[in-house]
């Protein structure tokens, strides 16, 4: 009877808590309260000089906040309804900008997530199996090309993301994949797209085109507005639901391929669905920001290391960490060098470090 | 050729237990050929092999005789080139993914990549075939894992990472995943290689109970053929990608089975109870 009751209580304990621990919520509150703090300094500087409580106060505008003709304005393209000067500035300039942070912040550390587990394999991450090179080269194409198909965007950045992890794949398969091989043939992928890139730019007529697809390749969310949050929101939302959903069966895929079969996973399928979910995540924020290197990588690591290796966690900690640090890392782009550098030029030059810094750390890179 | 003989001998006589009676086969695999896709040449041929109902068979044969590879194809994780395997009866091809994963549990090889998972999480994937894309886990599910746990005497290590734990303890959390599967027949790859002697017997031991307690059908590699010929109801002794004998282990056992098998001369003694004695390695008999 005895152990019939602590088994009782065990379950009973397991129920209350389940997988959502005090740390992932820490966690979340902690990104949470960075990014808005990170957006009101974001706000709060440009060139319309403003007091941060001006910056503030136009912020938490109850004028705009519940006024449905703002939002339709800025989320379906109507007409915008009469605002303050301090309104306009604030919520058509500058806060889109940081919506569109938290988007692709979001979009690429689950995707980042999701590559890893499906790859099982650390160093994966949209920029390192050739989705990034894919996507951008998709994309500088038609701003330097087919300008005309400038709307479709995010599906032809999806569908270079597809055409250059789809090679990268077909080269690393040899009755299977390791991670060393997926990295070898991502870093080869990634080359011949790059060189494609460059070789775009001198198609280019204008010195403007040249500038926009430079911020482009680096990552850059200079100039975003609510055109771009209308472009990403939708895709964004349903890649990061699909991938969160998804989390149980990245789970399984972690145990390794033959014992998710024996579990009655279709592997293959699963794996090539997600994967979508993934590119499709990751050419969100290709589309409207560009490549931002390092960041798919190295989010999901500090995720890992701090809520752990569960997904159901890993994921929930990736859709908050990831703006935390976007917006946080667009505010030193934009803010603190003086002059506006795109973002990825900061991601890349604090990602790199922080792998190299786990490459030391670790006695073992590579597989999960 | 002692083996063909051995082997149409068997084909013709169906096996009984001590009352004369005829034991069903969980799994039967008929007239198959296997060979991977990777390489050329046919690994294992096998005209005839039967996993008796509700018994544990023990699967012997020295490295390379092809014994992961015929298991593999009995747990559908290898698509035999020719011949069929069925599970009561049943096609395995006829079920789907998740359906025959609660009839048929597999314990692979490769399972020692992840350390970053709970012992019970590991547990709780185990009913992953018994749950819907969306559905949380339900009583019965929580109801298996609670039983798998037990059954394994994992309940102290159930909260610690599988990065902690030992070789044994490892072995015996993979092993309760497959309990909480909840299958009738279950397939185990070498669960005992690399194991101390306690964790091997608290390995098998779990095995024996869970077949006699619920009368599962359990096929298992075991690389120690005196560990097998003491543990097993049956016997079935792979050599070169073929089946050289099969049967209870006082008929297969025998001084020539290890000289011919595994190439070791040693000494088999029948009482008080079967015990095998490796004395020395026979000289590579590949180059006569």
């Given at each position: 009877?005895?152990?019939?009751?602590?088994?009782?209580?065990?379950?009973?304990?397991?129920?209350?808590?389940?997988?959502?621990?005090?740390?992932?919520?820490?966690?979340?509150?902690?990104?949470?309260?960075?990014?808005?703090?990170?957006?009101?300094?974001?706000?709060?500087?440009?060139?319309?000089?403003?007091?941060?409580?001006?910056?503030?106060?136009?912020?938490?505008?109850?004028?705009?906040?519940?006024?449905?003709?703002?939002?339709?304005?800025?989320?379906?393209?109507?007409?915008?309804?009469?605002?303050?000067?301090?309104?306009?500035?604030?919520?058509?300039?500058?806060?889109?900008?940081?919506?569109?942070?938290?988007?692709?912040?979001?979009?690429?550390?689950?995707?980042?997530?999701?590559?890893?587990?499906?790859?099982?394999?650390?160093?994966?991450?949209?920029?390192?199996?050739?989705?990034?090179?894919?996507?951008?080269?998709?994309?500088?194409?038609?701003?330097?090309?087919?300008?005309?198909?400038?709307?479709f965007l995010p599906l032809i950045a999806a569908l270079g993301g597809t055409l250059a992890f789809g090679i990268v794949y077909a080269i690393a398969w040899k009755g299977g994949t390791s991670p060393v091989r997926l990295?070898?043939?991502?870093?080869?992928?990634?080359?011949?797209?790059?060189?494609?890139?460059?070789?775009?730019?001198?198609?280019?007529?204008?010195?403007?085109?040249?500038?926009?697809?430079?911020?482009?390749?680096?990552?850059?969310?200079?100039?975003?507005?609510?055109?771009?949050?209308?472009?990403?929101?939708?895709?964004?939302?349903?890649?990061?639901?699909?991938?969160?959903?998804?989390?149980?069966?990245?789970?399984?895929?972690?145990?390794?391929?033959?014992?998710?079969?024996?579990?009655?996973?279709?592997?293959?399928?699963?794996?090539?669905?997600?994967?979508?979910?993934?590119?499709?995540?990751?050419?969100?924020?290709?589309?409207?920001?560009?490549?931002?290197?390092?960041?798919?990588?190295?989010?999901?690591?500090?995720?890992?290391?701090?809520?752990?290796?569960?997904?159901?966690?890993?994921?929930?900690?990736?859709?908050?960490?990831?703006?935390?640090?976007?917006?946080?890392?667009?505010?030193?782009?934009?803010?603190?060098?003086?002059?506006?550098?795109?973002?990825?030029?900061?991601?890349?030059?604090?990602?790199?470090?922080?792998?190299?810094?786990?490459?030391?750390?670790?006695?073992?890179?590579?597989?999960? | 050729?002692?083996?063909?003989?051995?082997?149409?001998?068997?084909?013709?006589?169906?096996?009984?237990?001590?009352?004369?009676?005829?034991?069903?086969?969980?799994?039967?695999?008929?007239?198959?050929?296997?060979?991977?896709?990777?390489?050329?040449?046919?690994?294992?041929?096998?005209?005839?092999?039967?996993?008796?109902?509700?018994?544990?068979?023990?699967?012997?044969?020295?490295?390379?005789?092809?014994?992961?590879?015929?298991?593999?194809?009995?747990?559908?994780?290898?698509?035999?080139?020719?011949?069929?395997?069925?599970?009561?009866?049943?096609?395995?091809?006829?079920?789907?993914?998740?359906?025959?994963?609660?009839?048929?549990?597999?314990?692979?090889?490769?399972?020692?990549?992840?350390?970053?998972?709970?012992?019970?999480d590991l547990v709780y994937h185990g009913r992953y075939p018994h749950r819907g894309f969306f559905d949380g886990p339900d009583e019965a599910d929580r109801q298996a894992v609670e039983r798998a746990i037990e059954l394994?005497?994992?309940?102290?290590?159930?909260?610690?990472?599988?990065?902690?734990?030992?070789?044994?303890?490892?072995?015996?959390?993979?092993?309760?995943?497959?309990?909480?599967?909840?299958?009738?027949?279950?397939?185990?790859?070498?669960?005992?290689?690399?194991?101390?002697?306690?964790?091997?017997?608290?390995?098998?031991?779990?095995?024996?109970?869970?077949?006699?307690?619920?009368?599962?059908?359990?096929?298992?590699?075991?690389?120690?053929?005196?560990?097998?010929?003491?543990?097993?109801?049956?016997?079935?002794?792979?050599?070169?990608?073929?089946?050289?004998?099969?049967?209870?282990?006082?008929?297969?056992?025998?001084?020539?089975?290890?000289?011919?098998?595994?190439?070791?001369?040693?000494?088999?003694?029948?009482?008080?109870?079967?015990?095998?004695?490796?004395?020395?390695?026979?000289?590579?008999?590949?180059?006569?």
């Open positions: 009877m005895g152990e019939a009751q602590s088994v009782e209580g065990h379950r009973s304990a397991r129920e209350r808590e389940g997988w959502v621990t005090g740390r992932l919520v820490l966690f979340c509150l902690a990104s949470t309260v960075i990014t808005v703090v990170a957006g009101l300094v974001q706000v709060s500087f440009g060139e319309y000089s403003m007091t941060f409580l001006e910056a503030w106060k136009a912020v938490f505008n109850p004028a705009v906040i519940f006024d449905l003709n703002a939002w339709a304005s800025f989320l379906f393209g109507t007409e915008r309804p009469d605002m303050s000067t301090e309104s306009i500035v604030v919520w058509n300039l500058r806060l889109p900008r940081v919506f569109v942070g938290i988007i692709t912040g979001a979009t690429l550390a689950v995707s980042g997530a999701v590559f890893q587990a499906v790859t099982r394999n650390e160093l994966a991450s949209p920029f390192i199996l050739g989705v990034s090179s894919g996507a951008g080269f998709a994309v500088l194409a038609t701003l330097v090309v087919f300008s005309g198909l400038a709307p990295v070898l043939a991502g870093v080869i992928v990634n080359m011949v797209f790059q060189s494609l890139q460059q070789g775009l730019f001198f198609f280019a007529d204008d010195l403007g085109v040249v500038q926009t697809a430079i911020a482009w390749i680096t990552g850059s969310l200079t100039g975003t507005g609510w055109e771009e949050v209308r472009i990403a929101i939708l895709p964004a939302v349903v890649a990061i639901g699909i991938a969160l959903a998804g989390a149980r069966q990245l789970n399984v895929l972690m145990l390794g391929e033959n014992t998710a079969r024996s579990l009655g996973m279709r592997v293959e399928r699963v794996r090539f669905f997600l994967s979508g979910v993934a590119i499709l995540a990751a050419s969100v924020a290709i589309a409207v920001a560009g490549v931002v290197s390092f960041f798919g990588l190295v989010v999901p690591h500090i995720v890992r290391n701090t809520v752990g290796g569960d997904y159901r966690r890993l994921m929930v900690g990736c859709v908050f960490a990831g703006p935390a640090l976007m917006v946080t890392a667009d505010v030193g782009a934009r803010l603190a060098l003086g002059t506006q550098m795109p973002v990825g030029v900061v991601t890349g030059l604090i990602g790199g470090p922080y792998f190299l810094y786990l490459m030391r750390k670790r006695q073992s890179m590579g597989e999960l | 050729m002692a083996g063909t003989q051995r082997d149409t001998d068997r084909e013709r006589a169906r096996i009984t237990d001590d009352n004369g009676v005829a034991i069903e086969s969980a799994l039967v695999g008929d007239e198959l050929e296997l060979s991977y896709p990777s390489s050329d040449g046919t690994v294992v041929e096998c005209a005839r092999l039967d996993i008796p109902e509700k018994s544990v068979t023990a699967l012997v044969g020295p490295n390379g005789s092809g014994k992961s590879t015929l298991l593999k194809a009995l747990s559908s994780h290898l698509e035999p080139d020719t011949g069929t395997v069925r599970i009561h009866g049943e096609d395995l091809g006829s079920f789907g993914q998740k359906e025959l994963a609660r009839e048929l549990g597999v314990l692979s090889q490769e399972n020692d990549s992840l350390s970053s998972i709970s012992v019970e394994a005497g994992i309940e102290e290590i159930r909260d610690t990472e599988l990065g902690q734990l030992s070789g044994g303890q490892k072995q015996l959390a993979w092993i309760a995943m497959v309990l909480a599967q909840d299958t009738d027949v279950l397939l185990l790859d070498e669960p005992t290689t690399f194991l101390d002697v306690h964790h091997q017997f608290r390995v098998l031991e779990t095995i024996r109970q869970l077949n006699e307690e619920k009368g599962v059908t359990v096929a298992v590699i075991l690389h120690d053929i005196a560990q097998a010929a003491r543990f097993a109801d049956y016997l079935v002794a792979m050599h070169d990608g073929e089946l050289y004998d099969w049967g209870p282990p006082e008929e297969v056992v025998t001084e020539q089975l290890l000289a011919d098998v595994f190439g070791v001369e040693a000494t088999v003694e029948y009482e008080p109870e079967l015990q095998v004695l490796p004395k020395r390695a026979l000289p590579d008999r590949r180059s006569d």
